[in-house]
């Protein structure tokens, strides 16, 4: 992690601008789900105990190009302040005369809560000036936001321009985790790429093959694979324009490359279909592929055994019905006991380890599904790139 962090920067009587994730669900102006505001708190208590004022931004959804109070982050301020036992006061926007006054008249200790940056449609544009007033209300910049790194907008990437720009904790955690997987990786190392659809992940997959020791392939993509290697999927999801380029990965790498053998097939795809498990070379007629089977699963077994290093990004069957859950479930059990380092690449991943009941058992579960593929792909994030070098 060569990036500098709030560690390295003198905080005290400073103004932070900080920019955070807190895109989280909602239900009639309620938090659902607070595990991204929680994930927060250790950079926004650090910051606060080395005697700075904080100013949060973050952007939440997609609302359609101005202020919406159905998308307003009011809601996830009081979430954050009952978390920090401490008032935090919201602004009326996230720039502006009225939010420079509020931010100027910050005392070391106070919170602040930008509206936001999405109600400006300059934020995904990266304009520099709807950033340039951003920056106007910190001292100094710290990006705790994994999550929107791979964005090049005003309160990601602009916004470093004009202030020295450093990573919180999470951001640190984020990278150094993912950079053991694409930097210099312990072997052996096992990736795993599941999913719905192999042309999302090209480039993930090549970048993994030039890294790891054996890459398992399920969920969809598998079935592109092995339509690749001439087997009938028959109604399965197959992407029949992938299949040149899943064939010339399987010439250049078939022995590290772990396909499913059998799968759970069913009829139609819907959660109370009927079904069945067969070898992948038997799929009978209007069947399609749903889960991995029996046999598949001790193949991904024994991969597993001895690993140092373990990647997942995506699940290996259709995990949102029960019914075809199995495959992936098992497959996050076999991870919480293989005493590797285990990172998941968040996303569908990230709530399969959560729904099988091990999360807290994996070494690190990224909170950006996004920004965790293009890493993975060997992109620099535009994020992460804007922070200032050690």
């Known amino acids: 992690m060569n990036k500098k962090t709030v560690r390295d920067i003198d905080l005290k009587g400073k103004r932070v601008l900080m920019r955070v994730d807190f895109n989280v669900p909602m239900e009639g102006g309620k938090v659902t789900d607070d595990k991204r505001i929680r994930a927060s708190l250790p950079t926004i208590q650090y910051v606060l105990d080395q005697g ?25 301020a009081e979430v954050l302040a009952g978390l920090l036992g401490r008032p935090v006061k919201m602004a009326p926007d996230c720039v502006g005369p009225e939010v420079e006054a509020m931010a100027q008249a910050l005392q070391p ?67 150094e985790y993912l950079g053991r997987a694409t930097a210099n990786p312990e072997h052996p190392y096992i990736a795993i790429l599941g999913g719905a659809k192999i042309s999302d992940k090209i480039l993930v997959v090549e970048n993994l093959l030039t890294k790891c020791d054996k890459l398992i392939i399920g969920g969809g993509m598998a079935n592109t694979f092995l339509a690749a290697k001439g087997l009938n999927m028959q109604d399965s999801l197959v992407e029949v324009d992938s299949i040149p380029i899943a064939k010339g990965i399987l010439e250049k790498h078939a022995d590290k490359i772990i396909l499913p053998v059998d799968a759970v097939i069913a009829d139609r795809f819907d959660a109370e279909a009927n079904s069945q498990i067969v070898d992948v070379d038997k799929i009978p007629h209007g069947w399609r592929v749903m889960d991995v089977g029996p046999k598949t ?8 055994q001895g690993a140092k290093l373990i990647v997942w990004n995506g699940p290996v069957g259709v995990f949102e019905f ?19 380092v285990t990172v998941i690449g968040g996303g569908d991943s990230a709530s399969a380890v959560k729904k099988a009941g091990v999360a807290k058992q994996m070494t690190h579960v990224s909170t950006g599904g996004g920004a965790s593929l293009e890493f993975l792909e060997g992109k620099e994030l535009p994020g992460v790139a804007a922070l200032l070098d050690r």
């Open 52 to 76: 700075a004022s904080v100013i949060l931004m973050s952007h939440l959804g997609r609302p359609k190009g101005g202020p919406d109070p159905e998308f307003s982050l009011k809601p996830a």
């Open 322 to 340: 029960p019914k075809f859950a199995e495959g992936t479930f098992a497959l996050a059990r076999m991870l919480a006991e293989s005493g590797a």
């Open 297 to 304: 699963l001790e193949l991904y077994r024994q991969a597993l």
């Open 109 to 175: 200790g106070e919170v602040l809560m930008l509206e936001n940056t999405r109600f400006h449609p300059g934020e995904e544009k990266n304009d520099l000036e709807l950033a340039k007033q951003m920056a106007a209300l910190g001292d100094v910049y710290v990006n705790d936001a994994f999550g929107s790194a791979h964005r090049a907008h005003s309160s990601t990437e602009g916004v470093a321009r004009f202030l020295p720009a450093v990573a919180g904790f999470l951001m640190e955690q984020e990278l």
